[in-house]
């Protein structure tokens, strides 16, 4: 965890409010009025069973759905109203996504898939790859700039999509179990070059896991049960171990991010 002075001010108006969201898939009510906030420069763990609806969470905020009911604001504007267009610029230039299994480009190359934003967003193709060199070689992987996704081992792809969710330096990235396809290893090294290339460039991450050591990364931590958000660690009461529900304990001891990124191959 990083030291008091690099904490955020959580004083100050938070970069990312949603107030009351409620989600349903027909008659499933995947969020039942859930409500958080992400600051600037923060790291935020939200942990919860399979099926809490953490990745319904962060759909929301990052504006790939829209809520049932309740807002999210984002420094200002209501995500939860603004048209597909501006929510794509949005996604292009203040958000990066990451998910479980990366969502890699399969017909291009590790470069061009980093590559991919800023050419969207309309950098020219140079400086483009010359940007996605620099974050391919800050996560490790600049040797297999030229492989394709089919190529890379899964730490490799994952720090390969954690590039492309960097490279247009977001104010926040979203990230649904990046982890979760990985074995131990190959996980802590992801997690450490997320974090410590986020604290280099002050992004805030909003970190989706039921790994209580993955969350323990985090700066701090809610959790989400039956549809709602709860301050703090997720507790095993009598109850969940009657019914044999798969609960996040408390979390464990919060680690030092290292200094430098992590450069072993996953």
């Not at 809490?52 to 905020?61: D, E, F, N, R």
């Not at 794509?88 to 898939?113: H, K, T, W, Y």
Request: hydrophobic residues 45%; proline residues 4%; aromatic residues 4%.
């Amino acid at each position: 965890m990083s030291t008091q002075a690099e904490q955020p001010d959580r004083a100050t108006a938070p970069l990312l409010r949603a107030v009351g969201l409620k989600k349903s898939y027909g008659r499933t009510e995947a969020l039942r009025g859930a409500s958080v906030d992400l600051h600037a420069g923060e790291i935020l763990a939200v942990t919860g069973a399979s099926g809490s609806g953490k990745s319904t969470l962060l759909h929301c905020l990052a504006g790939i759905v829209r809520p049932d009911e309740g807002l999210v604001d984002y420094a200002q504007e209501r995500i939860d109203r603004l048209p597909e267009a501006r929510l794509s610029e949005l996604r292009r230039s203040d958000f990066g996504v990451v998910f479980q299994f990366g969502q890699l480009i399969p017909e291009l190359s590790a470069l061009d898939n980093v590559a991919l934003p800023l050419l969207l967003a309309g950098t020219a193709r140079a400086a483009a790859h010359a940007r996605a060199d620099e974050w391919l070689a800050r996560f490790g992987v600049r040797n297999q700039a030229a492989l394709r996704p089919g190529e890379l081992s899964g730490g490799q792809g994952q720090r390969v999509a954690l590039a492309r969710a960097l490279v247009t330096r977001p104010k926040a990235v979203f990230a649904d179990e990046p982890t979760g396809a990985l074995d131990s290893l190959a996980g802590e090294q992801v997690m450490t070059s997320l974090l410590h290339a986020a604290r280099e460039s002050g992004t805030a991450v909003l970190l989706i896991t039921h790994d209580a050591q993955i969350a323990a990364y985090a700066d701090r931590e809610v959790w989400l049960h039956d549809g709602v958000v709860h301050s703090g660690t997720a507790q095993v009461n009598a109850q969940d171990a009657v019914q044999g529900a798969d609960r996040v304990t408390a979390r464990q001891i919060a680690r030092e991010v290292p200094q430098e990124a992590a450069h072993h191959e996953g």
